[in-house]
């Protein structure tokens, strides 16, 4: 943590001390957040919890993809915008300069595309130091607070597991891991997080919905494959070919049910 406090003092304000990291490397390929005042219109996170005002974004978003789009497909996508711009920005503030983003559903904004796609994150500061160090308290406001209830009425609204959802997440949340261990300033920074998706049973007994989101396989080629545990069913969309890491393509199908035994790991 001491490189990490020092990185973050040196630059003062927390915002601008998170804001650095994204304009460089292994970073700036990534979308940072907004601070503060904005003139753009957005909207609270906590009113998608709201089954009605969440249908209606995602009618506008699903008759973006046009006539008879798959409601169940679309849903998905648009979860991934979601998922990919708070997790991303929470969890290399968590990782990288220790401080805890205020993400909880009544203090985050976002801000919507012209089809109803979350464009952009918008927070009021740059959050606190984190309380605690144990992954199983240090995640708990964006995975337990945030996540979790948005996904509850996503599942509920679209039909969908779950855990299609979780697998959404999870992509980028192991994504984020993965490249916070690379950054030359903070080596390894991301271990805490990668060890938390390896945890299959929390402290507390519950089964950790985001334990091993993708897994990397021997397909033959230079360098193991990533492989999503679950698809996200994009496919269902016309003219959508699997991902290039679904598990429903053949040649990862076999992969994994090699791997597994016999099991593999489609819906």
Known sequence: MTAMMEYSTRLGDPAEALLALFRQPPLDNLRPPGF???????????????????????????ANLGEGADQ??????????????VSIPALVANL????????????????LGERGEVMRLWLRDGGQPLAS??????FTTLFDDLCAPMIGVLAAGSGLSPK?????LGHYV??????????????????????????RILP???????????????????????VRRL??????????????????????RSANCLRQGGKCFGL
Not at 174 to 199: N, Q, V
Not at 204 to 226: K, T
């Open 36 to 62: 503060g005042n904005h003139e753009v219109e957005t909207l609270p996170a906590a009113a998608l919890l709201d089954q009605e005002m969440l249908h209606g974004v995602l009618q506008r978003f699903t």
């Open 96 to 111: 990288l300069l220790g401080r805890a983003l205020p993400v909880r559903a009544e203090t985050l904004r976002v801000e």
């Open 231 to 252: 698809c996200c069913v994009k496919y269902r969309l016309p003219d959508e070919p699997l991902c290039g890491g679904c598990p429903l393509k053949p040649e990862n």
């Open 133 to 138: 160090l144990a992954s199983d308290e240090r």
């Open 72 to 85: 169940k497909a679309a849903t998905s996508i648009w979860s991934k915008y979601l998922f990919s711009l």
């Open 204 to 226: 507390d007994g519950r089964r950790n919905p985001l334990y091993q989101p993708v897994r990397y396989l021997d397909l033959g080629g230079e360098a193991p494959s990533r």
């Open 164 to 168: 299609v959802f979780w697998s959404n």
């Open 174 to 199: 192991e994504y984020i891991g993965k490249t916070c261990s690379r950054h030359p300033r903070f080596p390894d920074a991301g271990e805490p997080l990668l060890r938390f998706l390896d945890t």
